[in-house]
Nanobody, 125 residues
Framework: QVQLVESGGGLVQAGGSLRLSCTASGLGFDDYAMGWFRQSPGKEREGVACISWNGDERYYADSVKGRFTIYRDNAKNTLYLQMNGLKPEDTAMYYC??????????????????WGQGTQVTVSS
């Protein structure tokens, strides 16, 4: 059974930083591309970033480019999202997700087959 468990969310002031983690089990973590998504109340879930199986390929949503960094530690079966320069509009539930391909297929939800339960990020102004 595939499990993705996120952690690291919290309340932070605008301009601050957080690092999210996602620990995976039940899948060949180092075979698959992974992604981060987020969803605010009343909005669609949107892709934030994705990373290929080996970390060589990374894509970011325009809204987070230059502020967020996605990376992974395959030895620890863990995915990370370093978030710097946080803004109130970054407030959302953040989800990690796994594909069944080795390379990023973009940030569309239907490319991802497994999902975590989410961790809440709240940025105060």
């Amino acid at each position: 059974q595939v499990q993705l468990v996120e952690s690291g969310g919290g309340l932070v002031q605008a301009g601050g930083s957080l690092r999210l983690s996602c620990t995976a089990s039940g899948l060949g973590f180092d075979d698959y591309a992974m992604g981060w998504f987020r969803q605010s109340p009343g909005k669609e879930r949107e892709g934030v970033a994705c990373i290929s199986w080996n970390g060589d390929e990374r894509y970011y949503a325009d809204s987070v480019k230059g502020r967020f960094t996605i990376y992974r530690d395959n030895a620890k079966n863990t995915l990370y999202l370093q978030m710097n320069g946080l803004k109130p509009e970054d407030t959302a539930m953040y989800y990690c997700a796994a594909t069944e391909t080795s390379w990023c297929q973009g940030l569309q939800r239907d490319k991802y087959h497994y999902w975590g339960q989410g961790t809440q990020v709240t940025v105060s102004s």
